[in-house]
């Protein structure tokens, strides 16, 4: 197969977890749907952004709600892509214990039920989860203490996944954004001095957008990375390194 035709997802069927909000998780919808695949979302909210909801079959799903997670899994009887994306954060107001363990909730024990939901049908098509990640994984932040012990839950159950779905030929990796230009991160870009500091550190001078996860996002759930499994790449302009 040739490396563009690697590219190709026609024929292939992608749900991705968490993209009503026109953020990270509509992009990379939109780019595998671009790509030729076929593509379904979910949010939490009623209804996902007009634009999207034009594109894609659209679910409201709670990733907390096991029942809720095992029933949608039940009708999709094969999948190649899952895209774990949905989470939450508060910034400043993480220390509360019971705030705390909802985040963990949605953020990790989410992405683990839709993962371990879907699981049968990945295995169906030698599937590939791509869990979403943070930088904040690897870094402390006292802001948001529970979206980071969550998001480093992520990076390290990608590894566990990833070994023992290898003999179904399921990959599980997941990516790590930097500081991206969402819904969540309205908050946080309210303070100046945060979002300046955040641009002088990153060595390509700027916060990301959505689109800049999804090359990445194809690039895992294609064959082109065939021989990748248990991985967490950043995506975050370089901010990591300094
Ligand atoms: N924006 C950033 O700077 C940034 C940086 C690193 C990682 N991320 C991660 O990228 C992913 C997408 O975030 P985003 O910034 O695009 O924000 P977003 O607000 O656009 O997306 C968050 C999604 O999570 C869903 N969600 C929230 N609670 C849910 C629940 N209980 N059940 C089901 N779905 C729920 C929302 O409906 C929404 O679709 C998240 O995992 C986030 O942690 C974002």
């Known amino acids: 197969m040739s490396a563009a035709a690697k ?3 026609s024929g292939a069927r992608i749900i991705v977890i968490g993209a009503s909000r026109g953020g990270i998780g509509a992009a990379i919808a939109r780019a595998f749907q671009d790509a030729g695949g076929t593509v379904e979302i979910t949010g939490a909210e009623p209804e996902c952004l007009p634009e999207d909801a034009a594109r894609f079959p659209y679910t409201q799903l709670d990733v907390t709600d096991t029942d809720a997670v095992e029933s949608f899994a039940k009708s999709r009887g094969e999948l ?4 774990n994306c949905a989470a ?4 400043g107001e993480e220390m509360d214990p019971e705030f705390f363990q909802h985040v963990l909730n949605v953020n990790l024990v989410g992405s683990m039920r839709c993962a371990k939901a879907l ?3 990945l295995a169906k098509r030698q599937g590939r989860v791509i869990n979403i990640a943070s930088m904040y994984a690897r870094f402390g932040s006292p802001q948001n203490p529970a979206y980071g012990a969550s998001k480093a ?3 390290q159950m990608t590894k566990s996944l990833a070994i023992a779905w290898a003999p179904d030929g399921v990959r599980v990796n997941a990516i790590a954004p930097g500081f991206i230009v969402t819904e969540q991160s309205a ?3 309210q303070d100046p001095t945060f979002t300046d500091a955040i641009e002088a550190r990153t060595p390509l001078g700027r916060w990301g957008q959505p ?3 999804a090359g990445l996002a194809l690039f895992m759930g294609s064959d082109a990375s065939q021989f990748m499994t248990g991985v967490c790449v950043p995506v975050d302009g370089g901010y990591s390194v300094v």
């Open 7 to 9: 590219f190709d997802f």
């Open 80 to 83: 190649d892509v899952l895209v």
């Open 88 to 91: 939450i954060t508060k910034r």
């Open 119 to 121: 699981q049968g049908a």
């Open 153 to 155: 839950g992520v990076e």
């Open 187 to 189: 908050r946080a870009r």
């Open 211 to 213: 689109d800049d996860i």
